[in-house]
């Protein structure tokens, strides 16, 4: 059983930036793929980006290639999300999720989820 608890969501500008954390407890986190989804209000969740166990593949939903970052420290136990040059579009609750798979099965199957953080980007 893995336990995922994010922060650092909040209010910013568009044009602006924001780090979402995930930790992570209950089961070694470098075990796992992780990565964030997001749901924004009358949408179906989506995928944003993933990071493979060891931190050294990253893969990234169209929308946000080039502006967000995905980074991990199994050290800590903890997953980032650096978000810049964020676009009203990019409202909705962020979610960190933990997968047995691999980066590229990571849409496909998700083991474990936090409870989400909102980010809002006003115009």
């Known amino acids: 059983q893995v336990q995922l608890v994010e922060s650092g969501g909040g209010l910013v500008q568009a044009g602006g930036s924001l780090r979402l954390s995930c930790a992570a407890s209950?089961?070694?986190?470098?075990?796992?793929?992780m990565g964030w989804y997001r749901q924004a209000p009358g949408k179906e969740r989506e995928f944003v980006a993933t990071v493979s166990g060891g931190g050294s593949r990253t893969y990234y939903a169209d929308s946000v290639k080039g502006r967000f970052t995905i980074s991990r420290d199994n050290a800590k136990n903890t997953v980032y999300l650096q978000m810049n040059n964020l676009k009203p579009e990019d409202t909705a609750v962020y979610y960190c999720?933990?997968?047995?798979?691999?980066?590229?099965?990571?849409?496909?199957?998700?083991?474990?989820w936090g409870q989400g953080t909102q980010v809002t980007v006003s115009s």
């Open positions: 209950g089961r070694t986190m470098s075990t796992y793929t």
């Open positions: 999720a933990a997968s047995t798979t691999t980066i590229w099965g990571f849409k496909n199957r998700v083991d474990y």
